[in-house]
Nanobody
Framework: QLQLVESGGGLVQPGGSLRISCSSSVVTLGNYAIGWFRQAPGKEAEGISCISIYGQNTNYANAVKGRFTISRDNTNHMVYLQMNSLKPEDTAVYYC????????WGQGTQVSVSS
């Protein structure tokens, strides 16, 4: 059972931007650090960003540093990933996670970067 919901993916041209979101009706996101992962076709999943419970600490994979920004709104139980300067190699299914690998996951949202 998938307890998180990712949304906001789509098709965008190289250099474009997207903001994807993570929410849940059953998990109180404000109780967890949240991570974003992605998996491209034929590749292993990779962690790309995470944010602490109150948002004071964030981390980014080198591949997205300077282009992606993670944020959260605990009042409205949302976590966001703002993705700028998108590249074709950012094409993947993006997943949010709460509680680590054995924690809560969503079904993912497809992000496709192509001209």
């Amino acid at each position: 059972q998938l307890q998180l919901v990712e949304s906001g993916g789509g098709l965008v041209q190289p250099g474009g931007s997207l903001r994807i979101s993570c929410s849940s009706s059953v998990v109180t996101l404000g109780n967890y650090a949240i991570g974003w992962f992605r998996q491209a076709p034929g590749k292993e999943a990779e962690g790309i960003s995470c944010i602490s419970i109150y948002g004071q600490n964030t981390n980014y994979a080198n591949a997205v540093k300077g282009r992606f920004t993670i944020s959260r709104d605990n009042t409205n139980h949302m976590v966001y990933l703002q993705m700028n300067s998108l590249k074709p190699e950012d094409t993947a299914v993006y997943y949010c996670n709460a509680g680590g690998r054995s924690g809560f996951w969503g079904q993912g949202t497809q992000v496709s970067v192509s001209s």
